[in-house]
């Protein structure tokens, strides 16, 4: 008889069996976290490239100061949006609010940037600096010190220099191939296999060619899920990517060196950390990496199987102290031997351990929030 729990207080799939190991644990990863944190260190690489140029601005700080600026012109700018391309356009671009980039929750900003991303080639450029031409960028007065040591600021003065700062800075944006606009698309690119994966994290997780595997996400991940998304930056590094295309029609011949250079650095971090957070993490290690008795029936012959119960059998006898596996694998290999001596042999495995890996694995969930 086995039981499998998740517990409430930390990030731990508890396992009661009969027997003398009673109740064993089994870590849970939290893929979310570690979605999010990819996107943090796609907005740091982003920053670090922006700052060296002529230009000298910072990626994450300018979406802020135009999700900021705009939601305060939001009606003007569609007006305007209305009169310079037409009703169709400005209902499909901006009838909705731009979203939100949140920091701390870094994978907002693929939304700010897919809000951005969706609009025709200077359209944004041309409604915010029209706006801004409309109404005179006025020199705020500086703040001046009340009594004492303590400056005395109004909040309405401090509101309107802030955003008279913002406007200003976005309006040096709106400058003729400024390259920021070619950024937000390039970003949004470089980021979008990992946000197919995102969105496959937030969905059921069916499977018509596995239907044994139907909602249990960190199987599919193992299996070929992630292994699609490298794919995809592979097929980015190809000479004849689309985002070749933005770069040359988007961009000054003098930006356009450091721009490749600055997406394929973004390209080639994110298949690092994807290959650091998901492969390694979920196929390379134990105890996640036993979900891999799973991804076929117990009695199809898996070659893949076959070396994990090999690992499993010499790792784990005679004992290792300090060895590669865990305690969960340890567990596992002690108390199934025999099944793993001939899954080893035959790529088959036994339907009782199929079944309790598998019962754990429906159990296991992509963000520990659920939990």
């Known amino acids: 008889m086995v039981a499998v729990t998740r517990s409430e207080r930390k990030k731990l799939l508890v396992v009661e069996s009969d027997g003398a190991d009673a109740n ?7 893929m979310f976290h570690h979605y999010g944190r990819i996107a943090q260190s796609h907005l740091l690489t982003s920053g670090r490239h922006t700052k060296k140029t002529a230009y ?18 939001q009606s003007k700018l569609f007006k ?16 909705t609010n731009m979203p939100r980039p949140i920091s701390g929750r870094w994978q907002a900003v693929h ?16 409604v915010v600096k029209g706006e801004f031409e409309k109404q005179p960028l006025s020199e705020i007065q500086p703040i001046q010190d009340g009594d004492g040591d303590v400056p005395h600021i109004d909040e309405t003065d401090h509101y309107k220099q802030q955003m008279g700062r913002w406007r200003r800075d976005i309006y040096d944006l709106c400058a003729s191939h400024h390259p920021f606009w070619a950024l937000v698309h390039l970003s949004y690119t470089a980021m979008s296999p990992l946000d197919g994966l995102a969105n496959f994290m937030k969905s059921k997780g069916a499977c018509p060619n596995h239907p044994w595997l139907g909602g249990i996400h960190i199987a599919q991940m193992i299996g070929w899920r992630v292994d699609q998304t490298m794919q995809e930056f592979h097929s980015m590094l190809q000479p004849e990517s689309p985002w070749q295309q933005v770069v040359t029609t988007m961009l000054l011949e003098q930006d356009r060196d450091w721009v490749r250079f600055a997406m394929m650095d973004l390209i080639l971090t994110h298949a690092m950390e994807t290959h650091k957070r998901f492969i390694v993490l979920l196929r390379l290690s134990y105890p996640a990496r036993l979900v891999i008795f799973i991804l076929e029936l117990p009695c199809t012959e898996h070659a893949l199987r076959a070396l994990v119960a090999k690992e499993l059998l010499e790792q784990a006898n005679p004992p290792q102290e300090g060895g590669g596996l865990d305690l969960v694998a340890k567990k596992i290999a002690r108390l199934f031997k025999l099944e793993l001596e001939e899954c080893a042999q035959t790529g088959t495995i036994s339907r009782y351990l199929w079944l309790l890996i598998r019962a754990i694995a429906s159990q296991i969930p992509v963000s520990t929030q659920e939990i």
């Open 24 to 30: 064993w644990v089994w870590p849970v990863p939290c």
């Open 56 to 73: 000298k601005f910072d990626y994450y700080g300018s979406l802020c100061k135009l999700y900021n600026v705009c939601q305060v012109i």
């Open 80 to 95: 305007r949006w209305m009169g310079m391309f037409g009703c169709e356009s400005a209902m499909r671009n901006v009838s």
């Open 111 to 126: 939304n700010t940037e897919r809000y951005l991303s969706k609009c025709d080639d200077g359209t944004w450029q041309a």
